[in-house]
């Protein structure tokens, strides 16, 4: 007969290593996701040259959103399911991460010089720790807060690369409010969107919010002035493609389902990899010669990253 105890004691290995197995990819997710907002910062700052921000941000979330209102239909019309009562904090969610984010991201990006606004935007791990903190209450070890800082001071590092090869900049005060309340937004989704993840899949909750906030959108096409898409250059209507499907639907997919099984900070922590992944496509794309200044700067991210994710867990 077998004893309770060894088979408390299997069960618990069992457990802990499908709790082991969810993390990773939980945390691959995340990487995958953060490496597609960083090639999207490259994308977005080339269109918003000929389409307008708050256009350019329907077109690219209104893709995103069919494309996941016709798998899901397909694959897993079940997770279509939610409880009415439920629609005024997705709408919430969606206001602020499908709308207000990529219009300041967007309108940002044509004031900003890139070396600005990569850090104003690698700021959100920062807002996310202190908002995970005075909202939810959520409980780091010094490791953990460490690695935070470590991986923003990477960041910063890499900024000093690129401000080195030299950019330029028009209005720094507006872009960097503008970038600012992008980072804000960026988390305050992170620490809200936890509790629709509590009852909802990652794909459910990314489809209403995106839906929801590219109905919002909607109006802009009344605001701004629409270019003649006739006129688009074929470059510029793939990098739109590119930013609905790869850089909407699936990276906001990959990222909210991340935050099911990790922490707001130690998900947003991977927004450090945003202005590495630009810099990387900017090098093999543009030719732009990498420094000894990256290969620190990406050491560090890789090092903080490490220190939030793979410490020991929290005692309850």
């Not at 909202?135 to 991986?151: A, C, H, K, T």
Request: glycine content about 8%; hydrophobic content about 55%.
């Amino acid at each position: 007969m077998v004893e309770p105890s060894a088979l408390l004691a299997v069960a618990g290995r069992d457990w802990n290593h499908v709790m082991t197995r969810d993390r990773a990819i939980a945390n691959a997710s995340a990487c995958i996701a953060a490496t597609l907002f960083g090639a999207s910062v490259v994308a977005v700052r080339i269109v918003v040259r000929d389409i307008p921000p708050l256009t350019l941000a329907l077109l690219r979330f209104g893709q995103g959103a069919m494309l996941l209102l016709a798998g899901l239909a397909l694959f897993r019309r079940d997770r279509l399911r939610i409880d009415p009562r439920d629609l005024p904090y997705l709408a919430f969610l969606g206001a602020i991460f499908f709308a207000v984010f990529p219009t300041t991201f967007n309108m940002g990006m044509r004031y900003e010089a890139a070396s600005r606004g990569a850090l104003l935007l690698a700021t959100i791990p920062l807002w996310t720790l202190v908002i995970a903190r005075l909202v939810s209450r959520e409980q780091l070890n010094p490791r953990q807060i460490l690695g935070v800082f470590v991986s923003v001071a990477g960041v910063a590092v890499v900024i000093l690369q690129r401000r080195a090869a030299g950019t330029g900049s028009v209005d720094i005060v507006r872009g960097d409010l503008l970038l600012l309340i992008t980072a804000l937004c960026g988390a305050i989704y992170n620490v809200s969107a936890k509790r629709m993840l509590r009852k909802y899949g990652g794909l459910t909750v990314t489809f209403y919010a995106m839906l929801i906030g590219s109905l919002l959108l909607t109006p802009a096409l009344t605001v701004e002035r629409l270019p003649s898409f006739s006129a688009l250059s074929a470059e510029t209507v793939w990098l739109v493609i590119f930013l609905g499907v790869l850089g909407g639907a699936l990276a906001f997919s990959l990222w909210t389902s991340a935050l099911r099984r990790l922490s707001p900070t130690q998900a947003a922590v991977y927004i450090n990899l945003n202005p590495i992944a630009a810099t990387l496509l900017a090098a093999s794309v543009l030719h732009e010669r990498l420094s000894s200044l990256f290969i620190v700067g990406f050491i560090g991210v890789a090092a903080g990253l490490m220190i939030v994710n793979w410490s020991p867990p929290l005692s309850s």
